[in-house]
Nanobody, 127 residues
Framework: QVLLVESGGGMVQDGGSLRLSCAASGRTISSYQMGWFRQTPGKEREFVAGISSAGNTRYNADSVRGRFTISRDNVKKTVYLQMNSLKSEDTAVYSC????????????????????WGQGTQVTVSS
């Protein structure tokens, strides 16, 4: 079992930055891929970014490429999402997740491929 707790969400103005963190406890996550998803009311959960177990491979959704960066610290059992140049359309609840895959590629980008989920943290971008 893996417990994931996100933090770092909040309200920011258009063009601003936020850094989300996701701390894992329970089973070690150093062998697994991790990802970030986001969801707004009435819409399906959307893949944002994923990272391989060693952190040497990353994949971002087109909507955030060049603005968001995913990283991880396996010693701290934490994954991060640095979000720059935020836009109002980035407003959502952001959740981290663990996929029980030790492959470096491909990075899992579908919700069904992930096995453990955090509760999420709200990010609101005001224009």
């Amino acid at each position: 079992q893996v417990l994931l707790v996100e933090s770092g969400g909040g309200m920011v103005q258009d063009g601003g930055s936020l850094r989300l963190s996701c701390a894992a406890s329970g089973r070690t996550i150093s062998s697994y891929q991790m990802g970030w998803f986001r969801q707004t009311p009435g819409k399906e959960r959307e893949f944002v970014a994923g990272i391989s177990s060693a952190g040497n491979t990353r994949y971002n959704a087109d909507s955030v490429r060049g603005r968001f960066t995913i990283s991880r610290d396996n010693v701290k059992k934490t994954v991060y999402l640095q979000m720059n140049s935020l836009k109002s359309e980035d407003t959502a609840v952001y959740s981290c997740a663990v996929a029980e895959s030790d492959r470096s590629w491909p990075i899992m980008s579908k919700e069904i491929q992930y096995d453990y989920w955090g509760q999420g943290t709200q990010v609101t971008v005001s224009s």
